[in-house]
């Protein structure tokens, strides 16, 4: 993200997008799509100024690559992370990698090791292919601990997998026996 502005806007949107799109009287699509113009308009009537060339700044250079823009041009979502329950993403079923990581901070390790991983108020549980974004996601939250997730064992026990347009990996729960403190 390279300024302050286009920061703003990107919380903004993961706001709107994945959260809350009716506190400004804007309706998502199933799949998470909201139309440009109507965002835009929707934006201004609650006194936040959007463009289109802002919002193409902030898909682009966006650091995780949360937002993407649909062929035509025309519609916008957030590719993961939702909350709100009036998107359900079709995602398409993937096969994982042997693992992959979950980064969340040691303070919630004795709740996930009676529980395992849930996906709290987001719609799934989230992964990544690589340890060190595994810390950064762990670190929101406290001292980070990374745990290693035996995504290939899970899906041959019949769970199901998801990658995001943006890579995160997605799955509904990740029960006790199917992760280790790496
Ligand atoms: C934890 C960010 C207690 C879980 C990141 C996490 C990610 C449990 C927290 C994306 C638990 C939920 C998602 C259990 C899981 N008991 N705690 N049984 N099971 N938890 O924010 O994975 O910047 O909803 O470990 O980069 O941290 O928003 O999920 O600490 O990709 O684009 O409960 O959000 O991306 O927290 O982060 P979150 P997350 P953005």
Do not use: C
Not at 13 to 36: F, M, N, V
Not at 120 to 137: E, K, M, N, P, W
Not at 143 to 157: E, G, I, N, S, T
Request: no cysteine.
């Amino acid at each position: 993200m390279h300024n302050k502005k286009n920061t703003d806007t990107s919380k903004f949107l993961s706001y709107i997008l994945r959260h809350a799109p009716e506190s400004i009287g804007l309706a998502l699509d199933q799949e998470g799509w909201a139309d440009i113009d109507q965002l835009i308009a929707a934006a201004a009537r609650h006194g936040r100024r959007l463009d289109r060339d802002l919002i193409a700044d902030v898909v682009r250079d966006n650091d995780k690559k949360r937002f993407s823009i649909s062929p035509d041009g025309a519609r916008i979502r957030a590719v993961q992370g939702h909350t709100s329950d009036s998107v359900d993403i079709q995602h398409i079923e993937k096969e994982p990698p042997p693992f992959l990581y979950h980064g969340t901070a040691t303070r919630f390790l004795e709740s996930i090791q009676q529980q395992g991983l849930i996906p709290g108020s987001r719609h799934h549980v989230h992964l990544s292919q690589d340890i060190a974004t595994a810390v950064s996601v762990g670190q929101r939250y406290g001292k980070p601990v990374v745990l290693k997730v035996a995504a290939d064992r899970m899906r041959q026990a019949g769970h199901v997998f998801f990658q995001a347009d943006n890579g995160v990996w997605l799955t509904a729960h990740v029960p006790v026996g199917f992760f280790d403190v790496d």
